[in-house]
């Protein structure tokens, strides 16, 4: 299995827009932050977590030549914001993209975007619709991968684990089926959008993060949902040993 991470940024990417840069250091590229986004390849399938407004341009970066299948997390606009742009990208490879999303995240899709429903579906032409479980599993492409939901928000964000990897973002807890489901995992990549600074908006923090590697005891973890109040070297320093920041266009081999 392939990883990238093609984006590891919070919901206004770093630097912010008028170049707020915050507490980032301006001259550390690993500070420069897409909107958090992921690229998962697996016996030559090829799979997208969240399309964020600068998904174009991520896949173009990281040379990746197709998408199979698209599992969406939740409905805010950091997450789907290039959902239109794949029927597009469907129509240029020939065949269709599959995207998954659970109940809630659809009802939101479809809200968000009209234009591609009611009536308008060639607006979403060679795109198929699928329906993640809330909590269990479910098969894209031909693999099996387990899913759980977070709450964020008034949202429920979806969790996805295939082997002994899995992508948790957007969260604030994670309810214990969620736990029982990350239970033996090498590798676990989270949101930590708040960093050292706890605050009631939604999101997680390091200490939060902890608590979770506590009870599950992943070997490896990487953070992501990084917000310009996490300055790449500063607070790589405060990490615990197994613990480390995604950057965009960060690759593991699993
Ligand atoms: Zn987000
Ligand atoms: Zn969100």
Redesign the pocket.
Known sequence: MKIVILGSG??YGCPMIFNQWNLLDTKNPKNIRN??SLYLEIDNKKFVI?T?PELRLEINENNITDIDSVFL??G????IASVPELSRASSSKGHAIEIWSSAETEKELRQTYGFMFNGREHESAGLKWCRLPDLGTFTSQGIEFQTFQVP?HQFH?SAFRYQDFAYV??WETIPQQGLNMLKGIKLLII?C?NGLYPEKNG?SDLENVKKVIEKICPLRVILT?LSCRIDYNAMQTSLPQNVELAYDGMTIEL
Do not use: I
């Not at 805010?76 to 997450?79: L, M, V």
């Open positions: 919070s919901a909107r958090a969240d964020g997390t939740h805010h606009y950091d997450h964020h964000c973002t957007d949101e959008n999101h949902h």
